[in-house]
């Protein structure tokens, strides 16, 4: 990166800049003969100069023509270059916004290509936030100035220089006249504009602050509530914003004085002109059409000018905020871009060491403040060990297993694996050779199979397929790309490396994952999210046959055992008891957010139906109902007391509305009420469910009516609204509901005691018996965990990771301390799998209980960031040195 901007505009674009100067040279020649032409038309042709008689012609272009029509083509020779001139500034304007958008996208590329390379103790000095702002917003301006850097000055100046020449050369007063205020623009403004410079810093600095401070509150919003600090925080960025309201505003004021000041000298120009040019077109030393043109070429002069001192602070501007992000960006020990390079899969596994040791020699490593983390560390194992580390807390282990995963460079020593100096070998090759868990582990915002897979994915192994058109494209962005410096790498390639997870397809990698998961004691888990997940055909083609197979089964189950009223299936001529109104009227369930149940009371076609059925006026007295007893029920109750779960139609917050709404129906009457506030009613019955919430509201007729209006809205629904619904039918999966709910094809009754639980234990039990166990789990596998896997529990996410580090099947596993979060009985299956898994290959894993190391085949005890002792677990614990302490301790 170039420490200088004018270094980085002219190292990356001077081709660019040097295609526009020809067009920019070709404004101005353009632009003097469209101000010099008027001074022709006026005296030649409309006061008639060059004609002295009405017989006199003059030659024009090789044509002799009379008066008038010389006058036209006057005319139409200076519109001709006013189009001519407004198509090169077109140009010009077009080819600097491209290349300003190219060098934009450069800039924010390399700075992301930095954040790559930065040394992991960086990141624990700045702030995701900042970062993110930097890249996204403060480099923003400068895009658009990259593209003015030198044509713009090039193009302003030569224009204002054109039409300062061209006023000389009429009348030397004038001239003078417009070079004195030109002058003191250029002096005076600058000099004013001093102060905005560091107000316009001052301001970048308090907002990226600011941007960093709410980002700390984001993350620790669980220690603000615990600790009921919310109004402190106020406070505080109260605090902030007014720092920030003071510098704008004080930036505002200088900025309207300048502009003023501005506009006065540009406007007492032609005030001067009309006075000193007047005189001299009375006494005759002025003709009248010098004088126009000089007014004329005058009026463009102060706009050049003013967008060029425009320019200069633009230019000081971005400078000071090119350098700020340099200086944060500026890191030491950046990792070379060259360990970085793609390399391609077989080139990595033809390097990769499978076989030999693990040699450890005078390793040591600094903090910032020269403080030795570890220090000296030397050991020596093959690459089939298994090495657990234990320490008391700062003793170095977690230090030492980040310099062994590659994390961190080590400040002095090797690193050897089986002949590959790990300290300088690409990240291609330790990304494949070495995988690592630590805690807390990071999620990101997908599903949990990209997760999982997102470790296989160094290099592209195949290329994507494209259509004629979208080939174009593609075509277009890589040659932008390579143009910009940015990757060509095709992001729509198939980048997962199945041969390194051991498997050959999409399928026989999701059987694998679904092995990994029961090391890791993780199935379960992904079994529940994938009952409770809809899952698309198209991806499993044999999924609705067997579905609807295990739906017969479930039939057949509970009929066997004399429960089948402890599920009340779905019927389209009854209504269901143990459904909500929304499900009862629809009788389906909703594709995305047309009918679901919040958008219902404003659905067009929904309230048509309501209307047309004669339910609407019930509905929304049903509502009113509703919110009485609810606004009577809650009033008073303290925040999270367990009625407003049972009864969620109103939230805590919502009360007052509602309560707002009620008043006013009272005094109005229902049919009176506004829009939203009928709407607000009309939303509560629909979530109704009547052996659930038993408030007497919904009786037979009331039943008989809905699956009446069922029918109606069944038979009139629109063609464009008939996928957003897919209809409950026996015969047929419904892929837009949940696997539990396609097989049990109806509700479980409210109040049979743990009927809940049963029913699902017998689904367990029936899709064990179908063998649809794998298949479900899989398709839980697409459950998006969320930003930072939030979706999840902090336990959940650490297993996610181990499977991610085990699906690379790397050649030395290192674990820190990753299964903390676990329960101890947790943490001993995971743990026991985890060195069956890696039986015969290298784990090196820093534990949190010096016991647990019995059953690793050596341990190395550290002390103060040396090896304390290391040997087999019996050897140690009977020598009665640092690790027997560490037994005793615990």
Not at 153 to 168: E, K, N, V
Not at 336 to 351: F, G, R, T
Not at 353 to 379: C, M, T, W
Not at 570 to 585: G, P, V
Request: net charge neutral; charged share 25%.
């Amino acid at each position: 990166m170039e420490r200088n901007l004018f270094g980085f505009i002219i190292k990356y674009s001077k081709r660019d800049q040097l295609l526009i100067v020809p067009l920019v040279v070709a404004t101005m020649v353009v632009y003097y003969l469209s101000l010099d032409l008027p001074k022709t038309i006026i005296n030649q042709a409309i006061q008639g100069s060059s004609f002295p008689t009405a017989e006199s012609v003059r030659n024009f272009l090789g044509f002799e023509l009379h008066r008038i029509p010389y006058l036209f083509a006057l005319s139409v020779l200076f519109l001709s270059l006013i189009v001519l001139n407004g198509w090169l500034k077109f140009q010009i304007n077009t080819m600097k916004g491209w290349m300003g958008e190219r060098m934009l996208r450069r800039l924010r590329y390399s700075l992301f290509d930095f954040i790559l390379r930065f040394p992991l103790p960086r990141f624990k000095r700045v702030k995701a936030a900042e970062m993110a702002t930097m890249i996204k917003d403060e480099v923003e301006p400068l895009g658009g100035f990259i593209g003015e850097a030198l044509i713009t000055p090039l193009f302003l100046g030569g224009q204002a220089l054109t039409a300062m020449f061209f006023i000389l050369y009429q009348h030397w007063a004038l001239g003078l006249i417009a070079l004195a205020v030109v002058g003191i623009q250029a002096v005076i403004i600058p000099r004013l504009r001093k102060r905005q410079l560091v107000l316009g810093r001052e301001r970048q600095l308090t907002a990226r602050a600011l941007a960093g401070r709410i980002a700390e509150c984001v993350d620790g919003v669980a220690e603000i509530h615990a600790n009921g600090t919310s109004n402190y925080e106020r406070a505080e960025i109260s605090a902030r914003l007014g720092k920030i309201f003071k510098i704008r505003f004080e930036l505002y004021q200088r900025k309207f004085m300048v502009k003023f000041l501005n506009n006065f000298l540009s406007q007492v120009t032609p005030f001067l002109f009309y006075t000193v040019g007047g005189y001299l077109v009375i006494v005759g030393k002025l003709d009248i059409g010098a004088l126009v043109a000089v007014i004329a070429a005058y009026k463009d002069l102060p706009a050049p000018v003013k967008e060029l001192i425009d320019w200069d602070q633009q230019r000081m501007d971005v400078e000071i905020k090119y350098q700020q992000v340099m200086e944060q960006f500026a890191a030491e020990e950046v990792l070379p871009a060259e360990l970085q390079a793609p390399l391609k899969p077989e080139d990595v596994a033809a390097s990769l060491p499978r076989e030999g040791r693990l040699k450890v020699a005078g390793l040591s490593l600094y903090d910032d403040a020269n403080v030795k983390l570890v220090d000296g560390v030397s050991f020596e194992f093959t690459l089939k060990d298994h090495i657990a580390i234990v320490s008391r807390q700062g003793g170095g282990a977690s230090e030492l297993a980040q310099l062994l995963a590659r994390l961190v460079p080590p400040s002095n020593g090797t690193i050897d694996m089986g002949g590959v100096d790990l300290t300088r070998a690409p990240e291609a090759l330790t990304g494949r050779a070495l995988a690592y868990v630590g805690t807390p582990a990071y999620l990101f915002p997908v599903s949990v199979r990209e997760n999982i897979v997102y470790g296989l994915k160094r290099h592209p192994l195949r290329d994507a397929t494209y259509e004629d058109e979208l080939r174009l494209e593609h075509d277009f962005q890589m040659k932008e790309a390579a143009r910009t410096g940015n990757s060509t790498l095709d992001i729509n390639a198939e980048w997962i490396d199945y041969a390194a997870a051991g498997a050959a397809n999409a399928e026989e990698m999701d059987a694998r994952i679904v092995e990994l998961l029961h090391v890791v004691d993780l199935e379960e888990t992904i079994f529940e999210l994938g009952l409770r997940s809809s899952a698309d055909t198209r991806r499993n083609p044999q999924l609705a046959g067997r579905v609807l197979d295990a739906r017969a089964r479930m039939r057949e189950r509970l009929e066997s055992l004399g429960i089948q009223d402890w599920v009340e299936r779905f019927d389209a001529s009854r209504y269901n008891r143990n459904a909500t109104l929304a499900e009862n009227l629809l009788f389906g369930t909703p594709v995305g957010r047309t009918f679901d149940v919040d958008n219902l009371a404003g659905n067009p076609y929904v309230l048509r139906v309501l209307h047309d059925t004669g339910l609407y006026e019930l509905m929304l007295r049903t509502g009113h109902k509703v919110a009485e007893t609810m606004v009577e029920l809650f009033s008073g109750l303290p925040p999270g007391h367990e009625f407003f779960a049972q009864y969620s139609f109103i939230r805590q917050e919502d009360l007052a509305q509602f309560e707002a709404i009620l008043k006013r129906a009272d005094e109005v009457g229902l049919k009176k009420l506004d829009e939203s506030e009928r709407r607000a009613l009309l939303t509560l019955p629909f979530k109704l469910i009547a052996t659930r919430h038993r408030l007497g509201l919904i009786d037979e007729n009331f039943e008989a009516r809905v699956v009446e209006a069922r029918r109606h809205f069944a038979a009139r629904l629109p063609a464009e609204l008939k996928r957003a619904i897919e209809f409950f039918d026996a015969s047929r999966y419904n892929s837009a509901a949940t696997l539990a709910d396609n097989i049990l094809f109806g509700k479980i009754v409210t109040g049979q005691a743990e009927a809940g639980t049963r029913i699902t234990a017998l689904v367990r039990e029936l899709l064990d018996e179908l063998g649809l166990r794998p298949l479900v789990t899989t398709i839980g596998l697409d459950y998006q965990v969320g930003v930072g896997g939030a979706r999840l529990p902090v336990s959940e996410r650490q297993k996610v990771a181990l499977v991610r580090a085990l699906i690379k099947n790397p050649v030395l596993l290192v674990i820190d301390q990753a299964t903390g979060p676990l329960d101890p009985a947790s943490q001993a299956r995971v743990l026991e799998r985890v060195l069956e898994e890696r039986k015969g290959r290298g784990v090196v894993w820093v534990l949190q209980r010096a016991d647990v190391a019995e059953r690793f085949d050596s341990v190395l005890v550290m002390e103060r960031g040396k090896i304390a002792e290391k040997g087999a677990f019996a050897q140690l614990k009977s020598n009665g040195g640092a690790l027997q302490k560490l037994l005793v301790a615990a």
